[in-house]
């Protein structure tokens, strides 16, 4: 088992920036990838960034040369840093981790971008 707490998030004004930290506990050697996805009203969730085991990162199209995914190891914590944010990120943001197979989520952060 895998729990994951996020913290951040809340209201943003449009180009305002954000950062989410997410904190896992549990089997946490198992896990070989972390992760941000976002879930919009209405809308499937869908991936934002990851981060392996041995640092290799991916990111969302929408999401390239404006955010930034990173990770603490001694902390066990993920870290997700997006800029110029605009209404269309507005969703609620997940952390992820895939550990041994499996897929665990956190509780997730509301985000809203709004004047």
């Known amino acids: 088992q895998v729990r994951l707490v996020e913290s951040g998030g809340g209201l943003v004004e449009p180009g305002g920036s954000l950062r989410l930290s997410c904190s896992a506990s549990g089997n946490i050697f198992g896990i070989s990838r972390l992760g941000w996805y976002r879930q919009a009203p209405g809308k499937q969730r869908e991936l934002v960034a990851s981060i392996s085991n041995i640092g290799n990162t991916t990111y969302a199209d929408s999401a390239k040369g404006r955010t930034t995914i990173s990770r603490n190891i001694a902390k066990n914590s993920v870290y997700l840093e997006m800029n110029s944010l605009q209404p269309d990120d507005t969703a609620v943001y997940y952390c992820?981790?895939?550990?041994?197979?499996?897929?665990?989520w956190g509780q997730g952060t509301q985000v809203t971008v709004s004047s």
């Open positions: 992820n981790a895939f550990c041994l197979g499996r897929d665990y």
